[in-house]
């Protein structure tokens, strides 16, 4: 079964500095990975996504994320954070079968970017 | 180009009570996915639909119940409200035909069980 695991619930780092929130992947077959970040009392926005091809993935807000299939990730890492990232960030995974096709969420990692 | 809406915002229940919340999906997308978010946790899966049916339901009682409308909005349906049920429930709506499985939320609606 597909799972993903985030192995931190909470990340510090201080502003201007870079960042990386780590996820870990478990699946059978070729991965589709995906980033949300949820802010206070809102729904989750759409970072990035892996589905094949460049090991690095650009997203939204200066985000990327990198691939690795030998260590099974997808870290999300940024080169200079902002206050304004602080925020809840999931990692996901696709789980597509013959009848439906959803996102297994990991737990979370709240990140703090603190001036 | 609206996104996923959601109504209401909040609703505060008494336990033994039932809810509907409602789920508008972004223009284009058919597909409509419902999540619960417990406080501290992920979103989980509860159901998904297509085609104004059902497709695999993840692991909810069928105190949890749904229907999708022929312009693909849907609502989530819950009966006999348990303290437990008190989260945050998120739409998402995605396209059948394209993407890779990325799904877009709506802001979701807060439910608290009393």
């Known amino acids: 079964a597909q799972s993903v695991a985030q192995p931190e619930d909470q990340v510090n780092v201080a502003e201007g500095n870079p960042l990386t929130v780590k996820c870990t992947y478990s699946?059978?077959?070729?991965?589709?990975l995906f980033w949300y970040v949820q802010y206070p009392n809102r729904g989750l926005q759409f970072l990035l996504k892996?589905?094949?091809?460049?090991?690095l993935v650009k997203g939204s807000y200066g985000f990327e994320a990198e691939f690795n299939k030998s260590q099974t990730s997808f870290h999300l890492k940024k080169p200079s954070a902002l206050v304004s990232d602080s925020a809840l960030y999931f990692c996901?995974?696709?789980?597509?079968?013959?009848?439906?096709?959803?996102?297994?969420f990991g737990t979370g990692t709240r990140l703090q970017v603190f001036p | 180009d609206a996104g996923v809406t959601q109504s209401p915002t909040h609703l505060i229940k008494t336990r033994g009570q039932q809810v509907t919340l409602r789920c508008s999906p972004k223009?284009?997308?058919?597909?409509v996915s419902w999540y619960q978010q417990a406080l501290g946790q992920g979103p989980q899966f509860i159901f998904q639909?297509?085609?104004?049916?059902?497709?695999q339901r993840g692991n909810f009682p069928d105190r949890f119940s749904g229907h999708q409308f022929p312009n693909y909005s849907s609502e989530l349906n819950v009966n006999a409200l348990l303290l437990g049920d008190s989260a945050l429930y998120l739409c998402?709506?995605?396209?059948?035909?394209?993407?890779?499985?990325?799904?877009?939320f709506g802001p979701g609606t807060r439910l608290t069980v009393t």
């Open positions: 699946v059978s077959g070729n991965p589709y």
């Open positions: 996901a995974v696709r789980a597509l079968t013959y009848n439906t096709d959803k996102l297994i």
């Open positions: 223009s284009g997308h058919d597909t």
């Open positions: 892996y589905i094949t091809g460049d090991n």
């Open positions: 639909y297509y085609e104004e049916e059902e497709r």
């Open positions: 998402a709506s995605s396209w059948s035909s394209g993407g890779a499985g990325e799904q877009y």
